[in-house]
């Protein structure tokens, strides 16, 4: 099963590449994480905003495997505790279907995005940084994967 993280923005900094990559080459080959990212739409001085997000919104869903299984990431969805997002992963092991979390840019994600996801899920009320999305997210489904194993690196 693939993990797949369909980011909008390129050329991140250094600390973002790092940090993701650390928490990525963590996870077993069964469960790979991959990294896929989206070009920014250019935004001018009299940019159309709401269609910039609609184009990249279409590259987002593009991306994504033919069947995967659609979670946007929201601060408007659902909120899980770290537990809730081990029984998710499992679930989702069970499933079958490789996984594709759909992350936007600085103005979020399409209205097609979210209406095509099989969940929505909030990392926190709080708005984070796009690139820092990427790392959390990652090192949150290493964490996870740790308490479906009981590996030590989880410790509640």
């Known amino acids: 099963m693939r993990l ?21 080459k963590r996870m077993p080959p069964e469960l790979g994480v991959e990294l896929s990212e989206i070009a920014l739409a250019h935004r001018g001085k009299n940019a159309d905003i709401v269609r910039m997000v609609q184009r990249e919104g279409e590259s987002v869903l593009a991306a994504a495997g033919k069947g995967d299984r659609l979670v946007a990431l929201e601060v408007g969805g659902k909120a899980w505790s770290t537990a809730q997002l081990a ?5 989702w092991q069970q499933d079958g279907r490789d996984v594709s979390f759909m992350i936007g840019g600085p103005d979020g994600l399409s209205d097609d ?34 308490i479906t194993r009981n590996h030590p690196y989880h410790r509640a």
């Open 113 to 146: 995005c979210r209406a095509q996801a099989d969940q929505m899920w909030s990392l926190s009320p709080l708005t984070l940084p796009h690139p820092l999305v990427r790392i959390v997210l990652a090192e949150q489904l290493y964490r996870a994967w740790s």
């Open 4 to 24: 797949r993280l369909i980011c909008v923005g390129q050329k991140m900094p250094d600390w973002v590449t790092l940090g993701f990559n650390d928490y990525a």
């Open 87 to 91: 029984k998710q992963l499992e679930s």
